[in-house]
């Protein structure tokens, strides 16, 4: 599956974005899906997931805030971003696995997100 992220930006802390992810392929639906981030000098790092099921996981710092959905009759995945905050400045990349047993082994480009104090 190739993956292609878009929906970056620059917007103020308080504000609201949504990425999205287009994936190809005709079994984009078995595929588990994540959204993570990298800042700079950090290492890259889960933000939130969703399985080929639908079930869906947060990390803490965007509980709440985000919400990842998914889409399997137009293949794509999507962040929807709330309350942004400065900290929350990463290149974000949707990446795919096969399954619960498999590493993510598919990335997209990565979309960069500025959030301005």
């Known amino acids: 599956v190739q993956l292609q992220a878009s929906g970056g930006g620059l917007v103020q802390a308080g504000g609201s974005l949504r990425l999205s992810c287009a994936a190809s392929?005709?079994?984009?639906?078995?595929?588990?899906m994540a959204w993570f981030r990298q800042a700079p000098g950090k290492e890259r790092e889960l933000v939130a997931t969703i399985s080929s099921g639908g079930s869906t996981y947060y990390q803490d710092f965007v509980k709440g805030r985000f919400t990842i959905s998914r889409d399997n009759r137009k293949n794509t995945v999507a962040l929807q971003m709330n309350s942004l905050k400065p900290e929350d400045t990463a290149v974000y990349y949707c990446a795919a696995r096969a399954g619960p047993g498999s590493a993510y082994d598919y990335w997209g480009q990565g979309t960069q997100l500025t959030v301005s104090s």
């Open positions: 392929g005709r079994t984009f639906r078995i595929y588990d």
